[in-house]
């Protein structure tokens, strides 16, 4: 029967990439996207005051809560339609600072107009 050894320098190699392996999903768990849970309905969001870092992504899920609703932002270019009863997912990656606005924009009825909101980026 033959002897089998394993060298030392096989088992540091497999200790190195064990650490390092731990170490990145570590970091690729701390970089998942942030998920943002908003409602629309006659005539509001909620919540209609967001806050994103710049740079990092962000999932926005909105339910459209009584009917089909919009949102758009057109300083960050987001557009979705949201139907009613569902969850729409929008990915954002804001690349610029500042205070952008949105708004619906399927007209809902009478206070349609006040459908809006705001989202601030910050660096």
């Known amino acids: 029967m033959k002897k089998i050894t394993i060298r030392p320098e096989i088992i540091g190699i497999f200790l190195i990439v064990l650490v ?56 960050l270019q987001i557009h979705a339609d949201l139907l009613q009863g569902k969850v729409t997912r929008i990915r954002v990656v804001p690349v610029k600072t500042g205070v952008f606005a949105f708004h619906c924009d399927i007209v809902c009825g009478d206070g349609h107009e006040d459908m809006v909101g705001t989202i601030t980026v910050k660096e």
């Open 20 to 75: 390092v392996g731990t170490g990145y999903s570590k970091v690729c768990a701390e970089q998942q996207e942030q998920v943002i849970k908003m409602t629309a309905k006659k005539f509001e969001y909620s919540p209609k005051e967001i806050t994103l870092k710049k740079g990092v992504p962000v999932v926005l899920e909105i339910t459209a809560l009584d009917r089909l609703h919009g949102f758009f932002c057109p300083d």
